[in-house]
């Protein structure tokens, strides 16, 4: 049945005709009435195509032939009226005196002997023009040159009755003489697929030939029309049904192929499925078997129970229309193992923020609002259309753009920026000028005037001689302060992760270490860098960070930020260094003396029955007996402590993407308004204003909105998938796929 809505949708797109939707829902024909309904169609249907085909071919080759009559028809009559001209001339200007165009056997001389005079034949029909030339060549090769051939073109393509196809041809006419060469003629048609048609010898029968075989095409002109008129509305008939036919044997087709996958009971009366399904579904489950029981009256109901299996189950989460882009953004990286921490909670809020560290500016942020607004606004048709793959990935993450766009105002907020324009929204700017001509501002500097700006950046760092120094050591801190800050939560989320599963030796000989490795090093400089904010310390970090590995003994002098910080640097050190074998070596010989108390005994059991003894050995097989390689586990553990070495630096480092982002989206958010708006705005002229605009409008929203949007997006997802997912998420499971009528769709499998 699959087939042949198959083949009836192809007919329809054929016909320029599109299913109908309109009675989708109602699915009231039983499945073996529409297998022998479907059958009748198809039958009537090819029927219908087969005559069609038949009489397309037939008014085809009747086409070609009255193009042939035609054509070779007016090269016959203009040979006879050249020969007839001719032989008058020759007769009024015949004199005594011979000349060359004199014959030279008289008519009394040429009647005399009949049997020496040669008949010529000839073949009419029409080639493929793009043949017409190597045909030609080749006949007068075949016959050495003892044939007259004459080609006339055809203005319009006409359509080839075996292909079906439009083609241009031309008409053709050969003179041969004898059998020999008509053979070869005969043979060079059939290869160039040259069609051949009768022609009279009489010209007199030919315009009624012509006249007959109009007639013929005007009688199958009407017949194919009658013909198209018919399947036009078989399949107009076929269209109105065709998606409820679609939908009913697609599901009976996913319950059929579902059914394929049980196994048979021994007693050969009943069918065994085993599955997973969510433990909050069982009641929902048994219920619906319960109602299926009722329903189909059977005498013998279906029996649910629940099995207790070894085998590492799918993993399934709950989401919402809210919730689900961000579960994607997840399972892109790999899916969770079954009860493993789910990272999609955090990213909700994390991967926007990022973003939006990356994208800060208000204005910007309105924009992606608007944008995400109009995408909410029609979501209900949205959803029932077919978009393109762009706009289909756009609307499927609509929700990740509101929260992005949400935390760029907030971010934007924060750095006061609107497409790069400073405002006083809070409150009036806590610095002035020195006098009343600001000619010190970018020298010599501001002075403090009130009190603090109450929230963000102070309007007045913008445009200042020290804006660029000021902004750069902002934003860099303060993306080593959450770089750290994620990193802690990633190791604290496998602390989580090995709590639940009780393993307490990951527990002590990777969460502890880890924690006690990141912060010794660069949670201690997050502290420095809030301690240095709190008290206004011009400390130089780079120098306090850097000797302290060189020189940790020395004193630090200006640098020292508190009492102590000497003492407390050489503790971390030593802590740091200490952290890392004891993340490499405990691990891989705790392992392996709990897998020998583990098979310690076992290589001898106590008799039990068959049965028991099976079982026994079948568990063992698969679950107990499993092979421990030490060297195969310690090299897994020194990679992975190399690999935490060495990206607690790198990931450290990878998090002044934010920073670098950050400064580069909002230096282009000023080139384009000093370099373009503010520019045109100068001339003093409404057509360059306009133009201006126009131009600031345009890479505003091709550069700021598109490219640097898809820009912080990549990297805020290259800092969840490895600087913070790589800290506690495995990703090795697999989803949770139940069986469900929704995901039954136009494509076939």
Known sequence: MARKLRFFREQMLKAGLSPSAGSVTQIDIDVDDLEVKLGELEVELNEINSNNEKLQRSYSELLEYKLVLEKAGEFFHLAHSSATAQQREYESGQTGEESLETPLLSEQEMATDLSKQVKLGFIAGLVPRQKSMAFERIIFRATRGNVFLNQVAVEDAVIDPVSGEKVEKNVF????????????????????????????????????????????????????????????????????????????????????HTLNMLSIDVTKK??????????????????????????????????????????????????????????????????????????????????????????????????????????????????????GDIMEMTFGGRYVILMMSLFSIYTGFIYNEFFSVPFELFAPSAYACRDLSCSEATTIGLIKVRDTYPFGVDPEWYGSRSELPFLNSLKMKMSILIGVAQMNLGIIMSYFNAKYFRNSVNIWFQFIPQMIFLNGLFGYLSLLIIVKWCTGSQADLYHVMIYMFLSPTDDLGENQLFAGQKTAQLVLLLLALVAVPWMLLPRPFILKAQHTNRHRGQSYTSLQGTEGSLQLEANHDSHDHEEFEFSEVFVHQLIHTIEFVLGAVSNTASYLRLWALS????????????????????????????????????????????????????HALRLHWVEFQNKFYEGDGYKFSPFTFTVVGDDEE
């Open 270 to 387: 009943c069918l065994v499925a085993e599955g997973w399904s969510p433990i909050f579904a069982t009641k929902q489950i048994q219920d619906a078997l319960e109602r299926a029981t009722y329903v189909s009256n059977s005498q013998v109901g279906a029996i649910f129970q629940v099995l207790h299996t070894k085998e590492l189950p799918p993993t399934y989460f709950q989401t919402n229309k809210f919730t689900s882009s961000f579960q994607e953004i997840v399972d892109a990286y790999g899916v969770a193992r079954y009860q493993e921490a789910n990272p999609a909670v955090f990213t909700i809020i994390t991967f926007p923020f990022l973003f939006a560290v990356m994208f800060g500016d208000w204005g910007h942020g309105i924009c992606l609002l608007l944008a995400t607004l109009y995408f909410l606004v029609r979501e209900k048709k949205l959803s029932s259309q077919k978009l």
């Open 173 to 256: 006419v050969i003179f041969f003489s004898g059998d020999r060469a008509k053979n070869k003629i005969l043979k060079i048609c059939e290869a160039f697929g040259a069609n051949r048609y009768p022609f009279p010898e009489d010209l007199s029968k030919l315009s009624q030939v012509i006249t007959e075989v109009s007639a013929r095409l005007s009688e199958l002109k009407t017949t194919i029309d009658a013909g198209l008129l018919q399947r036009h509305h078989l399949l107009q008939t076929i269209s109105e049904h065709y998606e409820r036919w679609n939908i009913l044997v697609r599901r009976e087709k996913a319950i059929y």
């Open 663 to 714: 400064l580069a989206h909002s230096e282009l958010s000023t080139v384009f308004y000093e370099k373009v708006l503010l520019l045109a705005w100068g001339y003093n002229n409404v057509l360059i204003l306009i133009v201006g605009i126009i131009v600031f409008v345009f890479a505003t929203v091709g550069v700021l909105l598109v490219m640097e949007t898809l820009s912080a997006f990549l």
